[in-house]
Structures are given as structure tokens and as C-alpha cells.
């Protein structure tokens, strides 16, 4: 029988401040219910996604991590770094839904992930839930988890916010310490902040809307690098109608036959797609940086003041 589905964090638009609070990253990654027991699996790890579903063949790397013989219940989040070393769902994903074991081994090697445990909640058969946080990471710390990451937590939670935008990763999620947990619920003692960054980029491209040719749905977009103008993703929010009548007025003029980016844009991208002289640069918003795409990217408008010379290499 799967555990419980994990306590859930609720958003906030700013990090609490106080002796109350803990405060931790919050990981571009997937969440992970790891459940060691002696009994009936003859003490084999198995892994448990949050929506209850047994994922363990994804991830031998994390299952035979040397945990040694102790019955646990841990809650975490399985991450996998990408070429700049910060974590990256977009990379994560070509192993989140691996079915066949040898396909699993082989990007174990390639894309190796790392569990962050950031909770115990049963340790030698006792449940740790109804304990305060404080003590739970207590016990958490104490234990020798081998190849399993107890990521560190933080009483200046302004600090840590400073730190993860500057970093390019996700976010915070600040915990009051004398907080329980509560399976299946998503609670006001967990609270997550995810950071928007705001850059600019250039214009290659621009997709209709379904059924039309002509109603501009969105724009392909990307930024300078010392090889050329590399893709960076498809930008479609924030394009309301009236943005999309000017930004299609816009391109009317700047087609071209040929993509302008110097990196192969992905088919599913690339189907339907017009393309344009790289000259427009527009600014976007989007969750974390150093990533080969955009996560969740909005339109934020059009920077007449900017030429594409103008922009620094961001990658």
C-alpha cells in the first residue's frame, strides 16, 4: 500500500519573517515519498510520487542509495542538474516517466539526480508525524541517509530569498517550526514563494492561433550567445487580443524563410511556425534562470528602446 499523498505548501507573495519560521529552497524538481520498510519488500526502498504512484524504476540511483537497515518514511524532492549545475525540471523530465529499468540505468548515468529529504515522518516504526518540525528535522539530521541529501535550512529567510533569485533557482518555502504534518492536506504552516525573472530576448518567430493563419498566438524567442542566437522557448501568455493585433502588425513585415536561430528549434516548436529577422526584442518573464528553456515564460512587452546588439550575453 502507497503512503498518504504529501503535505502541501500554500503560495504567498512574500517570505514571513521571525523566530517562528524555518526556511529552505525550494527545488525545480519532482516530489518524492521514500518509504524503507523490513517488512514485506525484504527492506527495499520504494518511491512514491505525489499523486500516490510507485515511481522507483525511474530512479535506481535514488532507490539504491546505502540508506543502511532502518525503517523510514522520508518526504523530499528528486532533482537533476543541468549543464550550468542548477537543478532543472525541463532535464529531470526525460526520466520522470522511464518504464524499463535498463533505459533507467543507462540515464543514471547520464543525468544523475540527487533526493533532497527535507522531512521525516516514521522512523523505526514510530510516526513522527504529530511531532513539531523543529524536532522531525532534528531526528533527520541525525541519521546517515548515504547518498541522500539533507538540504540545509535557514532562520533568515530574506537572506535565502536574495540568495535563490541571485542564484537563478526557484523559489523559498518557509515552514513554521512547530508545524505538524498533515498528509493530503495543503497547509498555511508550509508556504512557498517562486521567483519571476524578468529578461529580455529576441523574436525569430511567431505561431497563429489554432484554425487561423494569421491571429498571432505567440512568439518564438531567444538571446544572443557567443554561437548566435540560441532558441529559447515559445512564449505564449500574456499575449491578450489586442498584443496580438500589434505585435502581428509587427512582424508583418519581417518574414523570412528560414529559422534566424543558430540552434535547431524542437519540431513540436517549429510546426507552423513563421519566421522573422531577429530585430524585435521583446521582455518575458519566466520561473528561475539558467535553464536551456524558458519555465512557464509570460510576455511582458516589447522594448523599443533595445536592439538585439543591446543584450548581454545571459546564458
Do not use: C
Amino acid at each position: 500500500m502507497p503512503p498518504p499523498r504529501p503535505m502541501l505548501a500554500t503560495k504567498t507573495d512574500t517570505v514571513p519573517v521571525g523566530a517562528d519560521w524555518s526556511h529552505e529552497v525550494k527545488w525545480d524538481g519532482v516530489r518524492i515519498l521514500a518509504d524503507r520498510a523490513d517488512r514485506g519488500a525484504g527492506g527495499a526502498t520504494r518511491l512514491w510520487s505525489r499523486n500516490a504512484n510507485e515511481v522507483g524504476v525511474a530512479w535506481p540511483d535514488v532507490v539504491d542509495s546505502a540508506v543502511g537497515s532502518r525503517d523510514l518514511l522520508v518526504d523530499g524532492e528528486v532533482i537533476v542538474l543541468n549543464e550550468a549545475g542548477v537543478p532543472d525540471f525541463r532535464v529531470l523530465q526525460e526520466r520522470l516517466h522511464v518504464r524499463r529499468a535498463r533505459t533507467a540505468e543507462h540515464l543514471a548515468g547520464t543525468l544523475p539526480a540527487t533526493f533532497m529529504v527535507f522531512d521525516l515522518l516514521r522512523l523505526d516504526g514510530t510516526d513522527l508525524t504529530a511531532l513539531p518540525l523543529h524536532e522531525r528535522r532534528a531526528r533527520l539530521a541525525d541519521l546517515d541517509l548515504g547518498r541522500w541529501q539533507v538540504p540545509p535550512a535557514y532562520d533568515d529567510g530574506a537572506m535565502l530569498h536574495a540568495a535563490t533569485h541571485q542564484q537563478g533557482l526557484e523559489g523559498v518555502v518557509s515552514k513554521r517550526l512547530d508545524s505538524r504534518y498533515t498528509f493530503e492536506r495543503r497547509s498555511p504552516h508550509w508556504l512557498k514563494l517562486a521567483h519571476r525573472h524578468r529578461r529580455s530576448y529576441v523574436v525569430g518567430g511567431w505561431r497563429p492561433q489554432e484554425g487561423t493563419s494569421d491571429r498571432l498566438a505567440a512568439l518564438l524567442v531567444g538571446e544572443p550567445t557567443p554561437q548566435g542566437l540560441a532558441y529559447r522557448g515559445r512564449v505564449g501568455s500574456g499575449i491578450g487580443a489586442r498584443t496580438s493585433r500589434q505585435l502581428a502588425e509587427l512582424v508583418a513585415g519581417l518574414a523570412r524563410g528560414s529559422s534566424p536561430f543558430d540552434d535547431e528549434v524542437p519540431g513540436i516548436d517549429a510546426r507552423g511556425t513563421h519566421w522573422v529577422e531577429p530585430v524585435l526584442v521583446v521582455d518575458v518573464d519566466t520561473h528561475g534562470t539558467g535553464h536551456a528553456r524558458l519555465r512557464q515564460p509570460s510576455y511582458r512587452g516589447l522594448r523599443e528602446d533595445l536592439v538585439p546588439a543591446d543584450l548581454p550575453d545571459q546564458s
